[in-house]
């Protein structure tokens, strides 16, 4: 039978859970402090060589000031995150008149466990999948989305218990920890994208006969080495950081991700009561995936794949301009060994509710 609320996380999720805000909390932190100390010996040894006299002083940020720039970020990440996701997937929300059939679902199910109605997207792919995002906690930053192809490929029970799973994150706050965390992945990739253009362009401007027109003799000559050498390190030093921070946040999503789907499953399974309905439209998306298109696959994937009931990767994914697995664990746990584990389900769930029915029956 359906059950009214979402069944309660269990302790190991919940610690978990703060374990993994308090690193995302703390990261920024350790990124930022990596560069004062990079700053402090690095930068004032090249200081000093740069302008050949002793450099006193030391590099510093003032922890308050980093603590409101580091939590304001945060909360500009919990503001728009959601709107940002759902540009990156072209996902455009819907009212009830577009679809319905999907709002009924959505605002039945959000009902039945307690939780405000949000907002319904949906992406024009024939990829079938789904995902939820949240923001500050209201309903107008938290959106359930589907593909079209999604909606095309499973019936009305599997739909609901794919509903039931997104809206469970979403009801166990796992969502908005999500959307807050990628929050350093996407600084620290665009701080290293900056600081390898940079290099580059200025190697090129170097190849093209910049400095073939000086006529300082040695004074130009050194000045020009000295910005060759600080412009060199600084890029080389950023890049380098600000990879290492990126796929340490990225590993850690990927593995935040992993914990919060088994428990996402068995809320389903509680919420619509067929732990069956979701197994079987796990077992459609298995199925369906490895048939996508490479391209269709690489739009919907937006850098969010971490999010979607079922992974994106390992499926079509064989080009070499996508992140390998090799490098990272998988942002999901195997599909199969979650069908198994919702069909074990469904056989406990069945055999209570056929013992149930007989005690009735008995009395």
């Not at 003032?62 to 500009?76: A, E, I, K, Q, R």
């Not at 079938?128 to 949240?134: E, I, K, S």
């Not at 500050?136 to 739909?159: F, I, K």
Request: a negative charge; glycine letters at 8%; hydrophobic letters at 45%.
């Amino acid at each position: 039978m359906p059950s009214t609320q979402t069944p309660v996380p269990g302790r190991g999720f919940r610690f978990r859970m703060g374990v993994a805000l308090t690193l995302v909390v703390c990261l920024p932190f350790a990124f930022v402090y990596t560069f004062v100390f990079l700053a402090n010996t690095v930068g004032i040894a090249l200081l000093e060589w740069a302008n050949e006299r002793p450099f006193h002083g030391e590099f510093y940020v003032d922890p308050l000031l980093l603590t409101v720039v580091v939590l304001g970020g945060l909360l500009v990440q919990y503001r728009y995150g959601p709107s940002a996701v759902l540009r990156s997937v072209d996902a455009r929300p819907v009212d009830a008149d577009a679809y319905p059939s999907l709002h009924a679902t959505v605002t039945r199910l959000s009902s039945q466990i307690g939780i405000a109605t949000p907002g319904v997207a949906v992406i024009d792919s024939t990829v079938p999948n789904a995902f939820a995002v949240a923001g500050v906690g209201r309903a107008d930053e938290e959106y359930v989305v589907v593909t079209t192809g999604l909606l095309e490929m499973l019936s009305e029970e599997e739909l609901e218990a794919v509903l039931a799973h997104e809206l469970a994150h979403i009801s166990n706050r796992d969502a908005n920890l999500m959307t807050v965390a990628w929050l350093l992945p996407t600084i620290t990739y665009y701080l290293a994208f900056v600081a390898f253009y940079v290099l580059y362009g200025f190697y090129r401007l170097l190849g093209s006969g910049f400095s073939s027109g000086g006529s300082g003799g040695d004074s130009d000559g050194r000045a020009l080495l000295v910005a060759i050498v600080v412009i060199t390190v600084c890029a080389v030093v950023t890049l380098t950081v600000s990879a290492m921070f990126w796929l340490a946040s990225v590993l850690f999503y990927r593995v935040l991700s992993r914990e919060r789907e088994y428990v996402a499953d068995r809320a389903a399974a509680t919420i619509t009561g067929s732990p069956a309905a979701l197994a079987s439209a796990l077992e459609t998306l298995d199925s369906e995936l490895p048939n996508q298109p490479d391209e269709d696959l690489r739009k919907l994937d937006g850098g969010v794949e971490a999010l979607y009931l079922a992974p994106l990767e390992d499926r079509a994914f064989g080009s070499q301009e996508l992140i390998s697995t090799d490098i990272f664990p998988d942002t999901h746990p195997p599909t199969e060994t979650r069908i198994d584990r919702l069909r074990e389900l469904e056989r406990e769930t069945g055999g209570m509710t056929a013992a149930a029915s007989t005690g009735s029956d008995l009395g």
